[in-house]
């Protein structure tokens, strides 16, 4: 089983920028593919971005699309969100998921992915 553990969120001016980390659990890191959620309270769970294992391909959803930029690095069992420009609307609990047997394609939605982290908050003020 993975564990994820994210971190890096918090309390941000609109405009500012945060980077999140989601550390992994064992040696296998780079053999999935992860991805980036958010939940805000009372809204469903919204795919915001996505990374094949290697690394060769990412999805972003429009709505952080050139504000946003995925990331990992393999070698140290990481992957990372860079978020700039950020909008009070980012406000929410951001996950970070793998997915165990992905191919090519990282899934884009939440049922793609088999392990996820606990989150981390992050709220932009305005």
């Known amino acids: 089983q993975v564990q994820l553990v994210e971190s890096g969120g918090g309390l941000v001016q609109a405009g500012g920028s945060l980077r999140l980390s989601c550390a992994a659990s064992?040696?296998?890191?780079?053999?999935?593919?992860m991805g980036w959620f958010r939940q805000a309270p009372g809204k469903e769970r919204e795919f915001v971005a996505a990374?094949?294992?290697?690394?060769?391909?990412?999805y972003y959803a429009d709505s952080v699309k050139g504000r946003f930029t995925i990331s990992r690095d393999n070698a140290k069992n990481t992957g990372y969100l860079q978020m700039n420009s950020l909008k009070p609307e980012d406000t929410a609990v951001y996950y970070c998921?793998?997915?165990?047997?992905?191919?090519?394609?990282?899934?884009?939605?939440?049922?793609?992915?088999?392990?996820w982290g606990q989150g981390t908050q992050v709220t932009v003020s305005s």
């Open positions: 990374i094949s294992r290697s690394g060769g391909r990412t």
């Open positions: 998921a793998v997915d165990s047997d992905s191919g090519a394609f990282p899934p884009r939605s939440a049922p793609g992915y088999d392990y």
């Open positions: 064992g040696r296998t890191f780079r053999t999935y593919a």
